[in-house]
Each structure stands twice: as structure tokens, then as C-alpha cells.
């Protein structure tokens, strides 16, 4: 009998050691791709001394960004279709606007209100004056301001991700203590003013990349958000990146790598870049020379 049961016993352990090899499939046991380390330490766009420094927090920074494309999304690149618009905007309709309805990325919706509260605590009085902003509203923007509109199709509002912010008053809002207030803390609230180079300045127009992305960009990305942009965006389809590789980091001889400057991103960030590459130590002469504040 006691025979018989012991036999039975390994019965049951031997198929319970083939149900759970079974069970253990190939995908449950690939580790995920990772964007290789190389990618990151020959962009030129990267601050190469703190992402060696402080890689788990830039792969952390990194990978969060992806989590909505639309936030790096190169609009010269990819512009939007007609008809086209995201699945996530909401209305904001708790802050003073120029007109009534608008929408706004999901995301970035506490974060106007937040920062919108906070300028009235400091007596500023804020207003909406555009958000999202469809294929056709932009067409009709385009007529109006001419040269200070993107086409059609190329517009930061066109995904969801861009406000104009305005004073209560009338008359410019270039200047005022409104713009001073915003230029000092939109990024505080996720957002940053993209368009301040002296030939082309709106001090009213903000872009949201939310908080990790504001944070990225000011500690990896020398505080720049075009060049983050164009790091992230085309390096999406191969993230996330593993922030465990600080060892491997130490391992890696910087000089060895050749800079590897992108494709498709116009004169003067090429420009940008190469000038990096050659002088990365000395960037905030860089920025002077290139006009970037």
C-alpha cells in the first residue's frame, strides 16, 4: 500500500513540475527591450554629465513621458488630419476665458486650474484666451493673424497641448506684470513658454509637458525643451530605458562614441547641435550666441 502511495506521490510531482514549465511561456521570460545606453550617451541634445550622474532618475523621467505621445509629438513631422482630435480633452469652463467651452488636454486641466488659483493668491488676475483649437478653428487663426499662426495642421493647439493665456484688461499682454507672473512660474505647473526668441516672442502661449517633462528637460536636457522634444519623440518606439544600468554607464568610454546628430530637425537645431558636440562644456555661451533663453 505504502508502495502504491509513494508511487502516486511522484505522479503528482512530476506533473506538477511539467504544468508549471508548461505555464511559464516565453514571454513571460524575455526581459522588455530597452533603448540602449549608447542612444542616449552620443545625443548631442542630452547633458551627458548629469544623465551619467543621475541615470535612474533620467530613465524615470524618460519613461513617464511616454506614457501620452501627444506630449512629444513633432508637429513640423506629424501634423494633425482634418477631423482629427484626441479622445482626451475635457472642458475647462472653471477659469476666466474669453469665450466659454473650450478643452484642454485631460492631464493638463488641474494644472491650469492650480496655477490659476496660485496667480490670483499673488493678485494676478489671469485669462484664457485660447486652448485646443480644431483643423478648421486654426484655419480661420491663420487667416486672421497671419504669420503669427501655424498652418493648418501644425499647430501646438491642435493636439490639446497649448494655451494663450491673457490679462483682464485690454491691450497687450506683452510686458505686463500678467506675462511676468507666467513667464517666472509655468513651469512650476508643467508648462513652458516655447515661442521667446526676440524674431518670434509670444509671452502669452505655453505648451504643457507636465511636470516629469518640465523636470527633464531642465536637469537632462540643459533646460532647452526643443531638443528634449526631438530626443523623445524619436526615440519613443524604443523605449523605456532601464534606469538600472548605472553600473554598465562606468563601464562605457564617452570618447569612443561618435555624437549622432538627427535627421529632420531644421538648420538651426542642427546647428544647436553641432555646436554641443564641439563645445558641450560651454553652453550657457551657446545659448547666448543662439538666442535661447
Not at 482626451?88 to 485631460?106: C, Q, S
Not at 504669420?147 to 506683452?174: L, T
Not at 508643467?190 to 509670444?202: A, I, S, W
Not at 528637460?217 to 523605456?240: A, C, S
Request: contains cysteine.
Amino acid at each position: 500500500m505504502k508502495k502504491i502511495f509513494g508511487l502516486f506521490f511522484l505522479l503528482f510531482i512530476f506533473n506538477l513540475i511539467s504544468y508549471a514549465q508548461e505555464d511559464a511561456s516565453p514571454a513571460a521570460q524575455v526581459e522588455p527591450a530597452y533603448l540602449p545606453v549608447e542612444v542616449v550617451l552620443t545625443s548631442p541634445f542630452v547633458n551627458q554629465e548629469a544623465a551619467r550622474n543621475n541615470y535612474s532618475l533620467f530613465a524615470m523621467l524618460i519613461n513617464s513621458t511616454v506614457q501620452d505621445p501627444d506630449l512629444f509629438r513633432r508637429m513640423e513631422l506629424y501634423p494633425i488630419e482634418k477631423g482629427e482630435e484626441p479622445d482626451d480633452l475635457v472642458p475647462i469652463d472653471e477659469v476666466p476665458a474669453k469665450v466659454a467651452g473650450m478643452r484642454i488636454k485631460e492631464s493638463a486641466k488641474q494644472h491650469i486650474l492650480t496655477m490659476f488659483a496660485d496667480a490670483r493668491r499673488d493678485n494676478v488676475l489671469l485669462r484664457l484666451v485660447s486652448a485646443f483649437r480644431s483643423f478648421d478653428q486654426q484655419g480661420v487663426t491663420k487667416k486672421r493673424r497671419g504669420k503669427w499662426a501655424a498652418k493648418q495642421g501644425y499647430s501646438q493647439h491642435g493636439i490639446g497641448v497649448a494655451i494663450d493665456v491673457g490679462h483682464m484688461r485690454k491691450g497687450s499682454f506683452k510686458g505686463t506684470r500678467e506675462a511676468a507672473w507666467m513667464a517666472a512660474n509655468c513651469q512650476k505647473y508643467g508648462f513652458v513658454l516655447t515661442y521667446d526668441k526676440p524674431e518670434f516672442f509670444e509671452p502669452w502661449h505655453f505648451r504643457y509637458f507636465g511636470r516629469d517633462g518640465v523636470t527633464l528637460m531642465n536637469k537632462f536636457f540643459y533646460g532647452d525643451w526643443r531638443g528634449m522634444l526631438i530626443f523623445v519623440h524619436d526615440n519613443q518606439e524604443k523605449l523605456p530605458l532601464d534606469g538600472r544600468l548605472k553600473a554598465e554607464l562606468s563601464l562605457i568610454n564617452t570618447e569612443e562614441l561618435q555624437p549622432q546628430i538627427p535627421e529632420n530637425i531644421g538648420e538651426e537645431m542642427k546647428a544647436l547641435a553641432e555646436s554641443l558636440v564641439k563645445e558641450s562644456p560651454k553652453y550657457k555661451e551657446l545659448k547666448k550666441k543662439l538666442k535661447i533663453k
